[in-house]
T-cell receptor, first 112, second 114 residues
Framework: SQTIHQWPATLVQPVGSPLSLECTVE??????LYWYRQAAGRGLQLLFYSVGIGQISSEVPQNLSASRPQDRQFILSSKKLLLSDSGFYLC???????????FGPGTRLLVL | DQQVKQNSPSLSVQEGRISILNCDYT??????FLWYKKYPAEGPTFLIS?????DKNEDGRFTVFLNKSAKHLSLHIVPSQPGDSAVYFCAARKFWGNTGKLIFGQGTTLQVKP
């Protein structure tokens, strides 16, 4: 069966510090991978998606970047965090030809 | 431009009754719709989905209805249970080839009272 991991679960960072969130998927190969953010009291906003190693598409201009160094690894980064980067970050995967995305447990980021 | 809207931020129902969660969309190019359930501080879990070629899909206590002419879908939960209390998101997919991108509504918080 497939599983998706995210870490850390919670992160408190000062403004201006760097960020690295990691997502890995097990039990599948060549998945589509997605990063979402849920701001407090709001829906899920798609930030990045990837259909293969090294292929990243950005959905919204922002202070964040994404990378996919391996088939089942997706990383969300920032060089300098802003207060507005606070939120709940979710990674999701979808199998090739499948319809449904499956989400990881999420990372709660608080920028102070 | 909010292409997927859940206009009711919250809903409260009594245990055993029916819960009806609604979702409206604006883009007629959406071809697949999904419902997710989310508990606080957890990732959303997939509940049920429906293709645009159907008007109903049922899975146990959950039924999704799609009215394409009205650009409206709804999730029915019968009977509602206290464990159903969560935030429910509807999502829509526009067929962009293999990208599988979804657009989510804002969510509706369901409270089922014992």
């Amino acid at each position: 069966s497939q599983t998706i991991h995210q870490w850390p679960a919670t992160l408190v960072q000062p403004v201006g510090s760097p960020l690295s969130l990691e997502c890995t998927v097990e039990g599948t190969s060549n998945p589509n991978l997605y990063w979402y953010r849920q701001a407090a009291g709001r829906g899920l906003q798609l930030l990045f998606y990837s259909v293969g190693i090294g292929q990243i598409s950005s959905e919204v201009p922002q202070n964040l970047s994404a990378s996919r160094p391996q088939d089942r690894q997706f990383i969300l980064s920032s060089k300098k965090l802003l207060l507005s980067d606070s939120g709940f970050y979710l990674c999701a995967w979808k199998g090739q030809g499948a319809e449904t995305q499956y989400f990881g447990p999420g990372t709660r980021l608080l920028v102070l | 431009d909010q292409q997927v809207k859940q206009n009711s931020p919250s809903l409260s129902v009594q245990e055993g009754r029916i819960s009806i969660l609604n979702c409206d969309y604006t883009n007629s190019m959406f071809d697949y719709f999904l419902w997710y359930k989310k508990y606080p501080a957890e990732g959303p879990t997939f509940l049920i989905s429906i293709s645009s070629i159907k008007d109903k899909n049922e899975d146990g206590r959950f039924t999704v209805f799609l009215n394409k002419s009205a650009k409206h879908l709804s999730l029915h939960i019968v009977p509602s249970q206290p464990g159903d209390s969560a935030v429910y998101f509807c999502a829509a997919r526009k067929f962009w080839g293999n990208t599988g991108k979804l657009i989510f509504g804002q969510g509706t918080t369901l409270q089922v009272k014992p």
